[in-house]
């Protein structure tokens, strides 16, 4: 089992700035994908961004070039520099990890809400 715990999320007007964090603990050993995933309210949960043991990284179409993943996933960290936030960006949002591309392991989330 791996254990992951996500932290910065919060309040913040629009065009403003937040900084996800998440460790990764337990059987980490064979993690290949590391990154995030969000919730909207009423909305299905959407994949963010995910980087890959190889170096891969993979945004999703509406936080191209405002949102950015970092991290080392053999030091089982990964983290989500979001920039030029939107109301539509409020959700809450999950760190992943898994030995494959599809996600296995969830933290519990954190809110991020984006004020107008």
């Known amino acids: 089992q791996v254990q992951l715990v996500e932290s910065g999320g919060g309040l913040v007007q629009a065009g403003g700035s937040l900084r996800l964090s998440c460790v990764a603990s337990?059987?980490?050993?064979?993690?290949?994908?590391m990154g995030w995933y969000r919730q909207a309210p009423g909305k299905q949960r959407e994949l963010v961004a995910h980087?890959?043991?190889?170096?891969?990284?993979y945004y999703g179409d509406s936080v191209k070039g405002r949102f950015t993943i970092s991290g080392d996933i053999a030091e089982n960290r990964v983290y989500l520099q979001m920039s030029s936030l939107k109301p539509e960006d409020t959700a809450v949002y999950y760190c992943?990890?898994?030995?494959?591309?599809?996600?296995?392991?969830w933290g519990p989330g954190t809110q991020v809400t984006v004020s107008s």
């Open positions: 992943v990890a898994s030995p494959t591309i599809a996600p296995l392991y």
């Open positions: 337990g059987r980490t050993g064979s993690t290949y994908v």
């Open positions: 980087m890959t043991s190889g170096g891969r990284i």
